[in-house]
């Protein structure tokens, strides 16, 4: 009822000598929030990535995110690294 899919971005291994896994989707299914699930899912992802040998895991996150999801990456010792902003305009 959880998932996440990590990728790793070659060109900037090959840049910066380190193995970074991006987590590019963590997903709990509504019905299924407040469980521990995406923690559950996210430090397996993590484990599994370190035993294959990626050194360090990177993600995104809207900070103003209604489901915790900023809580739940400071608790597993994310640290920002930057801050962008996204302008849109309606037709």
Request: positive net charge.
């Given at each position: 009822m959880a998932y996440s899919l990590g990728y790793e971005h070659e060109a900037d291994t090959?840049?910066?000598?380190?193995r970074d896994v991006w987590i590019g989707q963590l997903g709990t299914r509504r019905t299924h929030r407040?469980?521990?699930?995406?923690?559950?899912?996210?430090?397996?992802?993590?484990?599994?990535?370190?035993?294959?040998?990626?050194?360090r895991a990177s993600l995104g996150v809207d900070a103003e995110n209604p489901t915790g999801a900023l809580g739940l990456y400071e608790s597993l010792d994310f640290s920002v690294k930057s801050k962008s902003v996204t302008y849109r305009r309606p037709f």
């Open positions: 090959a840049v910066t000598g380190v407040g469980r521990g699930l995406g923690r559950l899912v996210l430090t397996r992802s993590m484990t599994e990535a370190a035993g294959i040998g990626f050194q």
